[in-house]
């Protein structure tokens, strides 16, 4: 298998960093719904038509940290096979000198079933972590959804805060933020998506080698 588990390593490390940031704007966009809420309701009649939009920005940013939440869960299960597999093929590459170097011995053989072993152990994590890296492909497209919804809101949020009076910087403020947080995590979850069609084709191009 020609492919080095360095590489993963740096794409699974990449996507670590890109998830908390992501995480992390989430919250803002929550905290700007609860600020948004505050001011929303001093306006009164004014911001009644923002009231609604800052209880579904709030759902936005939860629904975005939860999922990001299950991710950074199987991140952590990338690494892990990751580290597993370096492991196994270590090992496996110990046991090819050790069979070269025993070549004609007594016991040979049973070199040759522990070399198969770690040999398949290997191939196990290979193909578990493909599996989690195309469910993880799956679940990055579910955060781009409520980003895209949320620069929606932010458009509708500023027709809102038009009619707001004194309100109106206030409540533009907040648009902008969740505007801003919108194409934040878009950015970021690109560039994950991006890791992880790396670490795809490196797979693909390591099924065809051997360990």
Not at 31 to 41: D, E
């Amino acid at each position: 298998m020609r492919s080095s588990t360095s590489s993963q390593f740096v794409a699974v490390a990449s996507i670590a960093a890109e998830l908390s940031a992501v995480l992390q704007v989430a919250k803002e966009i929550s905290l700007a719904a609860a600020n948004a809420k505050a001011i929303a309701f001093r306006a009164g009649e004014k911001a009644k038509g923002f009231k609604p939009i800052t209880d579904f920005i709030n759902e936005l940013a939860k629904d975005t940290m939860a999922v990001v939440n299950r991710i950074n869960a199987d991140t952590l299960n990338l690494y892990r096979l990751t580290v597993a597999e370096q492991r196994m093929r270590e090992a496996n590459r110990h046991f090819d000198l050790a069979v070269a170097a025993a070549a004609g011995a007594r016991h040979a053989d049973s070199l040759l079933r522990v070399r198969e072993t770690a040999r398949r152990q290997a191939e196990a994590c290979h193909g578990e972590f493909s599996i989690h890296v195309d469910d993880l492909l799956n679940q990055l497209s579910g955060i781009l959804y409520p980003a895209r919804a949320a620069r929606v809101i932010a458009a509708n949020s500023r027709i809102e805060a038009s009619q707001a009076g004194e309100y109106l910087q206030s409540l533009q403020a907040v648009a902008e933020s969740v505007d801003r947080a919108a194409q934040i995590i878009n950015e970021k979850v690109s560039k994950c998506r991006g890791a992880l069609v790396a670490i795809s084709a490196g797979y693909a191009q390591g099924n065809q080698g051997q360990l």
